[in-house]
């Protein structure tokens, strides 16, 4: 009798492990969606009954893994950060301290650019400036975040004599967003294929401006 019981928990055990599995697969396939639907019409426009249909699942089943549109598009920009982490920073973190790091950071960025249309959805289509909402405040902290770390490796090249003293940490990475604002729009836009080599060559130029003499 207790042979049988440990057996019935074991298979009881063993089918809620693959309910569980088969849920956070169907909640992977689901963001999955969600970042390609992102990436072509923007996280805005994000809609449970559209990620649905592409998935051949109900807008129910879709709305009980995720609860709302709102946490899923959360689940949309965590999963963007993760990979702009995984693919741009911390390959960077081996690198040498100061310019170096910022120009791998750059290359990076740019190489992995036109394949991370999704972070391009998210963060620069929405009008994070006037959202107040908990999404327009979650990207609005990300893209803070990632402005004062860049700001932060600037600064520090400036420090190791790399860069000139008088560089305005602010404004060089002002000026590496406006090229990738406009590098990440030609990619969706242009079928040139020399859209990297063109942004790689616009930051080599800007960056020359504030190199140290001697350097």
Not at 174 to 200: C, K, N, V, W
Request: net charge positive; glycine share 10%; aromatic share 6%.
């Amino acid at each position: 009798m207790v042979e049988k019981l440990a057996v019935e928990k074991q298979g009881a055990a063993t089918g809620t492990g693959r309910k569980r599995e088969k849920s956070e697969q169907t909640l992977a396939a689901i963001v999955g969606a969600a970042m390609d639907l992102t990436a072509r019409h923007g996280l805005q426009n994000l809609a449970l009954g559209d990620i649905a249909k592409q998935l051949g699942i109900s807008k129910s089943g879709v709305f009980v893994r995720v609860g709302s549109l709102e946490a899923l598009q959360l689940l949309v920009v965590d999963e963007c950060e993760r990979q702009f982490r995984d693919l741009v920073l911390i390959p960077t973190l081996s690198e040498k301290p100061g310019l170096p790091q910022v120009d791998a950071v750059v290359r990076l960025w740019i190489a992995h650019g036109g394949t991370m249309k999704a972070l391009l959805g998210a963060h620069y289509e929405s009008q994070t400036g006037e959202d107040v909402s908990e999404l327009g405040r979650r990207l609005q902290s990300g893209m803070s975040n990632w402005r004062k770390r860049l700001e932060g490796l600037v600064a520090h090249a400036a420090t190791l004599g790399q860069l000139r003293a008088d560089t305005d940490p602010g404004q060089f990475v002002f000026e590496i967003f406006g090229l990738m604002l406009g590098y990440l729009y030609d990619t969706r836009m242009s079928q040139d294929p020399r859209h990297q080599a063109r942004a790689i060559a616009a930051y080599m130029r800007f960056r020359s401006t504030y190199i140290a003499f001697g350097m």
